[in-house]
């Protein structure tokens, strides 16, 4: 069975940085894109970045710029760098993974950033 444990989040003021993590744990056969979503109170789940098995690299428009994705496949984890953060990033952050040709969800991590 293949679970995804996020860490990271957290409550900072504006302007400051947090870095989120994501493991894959499980049998794995292969890892295709891993991405990283977020849901405000009220809102829709939105795209925040996406990168591919091959590393092609794809963002919101609102956080172009502030936000990196990165993946280590060894490790089996995907990682998203949140620097110059808003309050309008206030979110839950999940991951989310193609493994094994399915779709996986972790369980989502708080960002709260103050102004």
């Known amino acids: 069975q293949v679970q995804l444990v996020e860490s990271g989040g957290g409550l900072v003021q504006a302007g400051e940085s947090l870095r989120l993590s994501c493991a894959v744990s499980?049998?794995?056969?292969?890892?295709?894109?891993m991405a990283w979503y977020r849901q405000a109170p009220g809102k829709q789940r939105e795209l925040v970045a996406r990168i591919t098995a091959g590393n092609s690299k794809t963002y919101a428009e609102s956080v172009k710029g502030r936000f990196a994705i990165s993946r280590d496949n060894p490790k089996r984890a995907v990682y998203l760098q949140m620097d110059s953060l808003k309050p309008d990033d206030t979110a839950v952050y999940f991951c989310?993974?193609?493994?094994?040709?399915?779709?996986?969800w972790g369980q989502g991590t708080q960002v709260t950033v103050s102004s």
């Open positions: 989310n993974v193609n493994a094994n040709l399915n779709i996986y």
């Open positions: 499980g049998s794995i056969t292969s890892l295709g894109a």
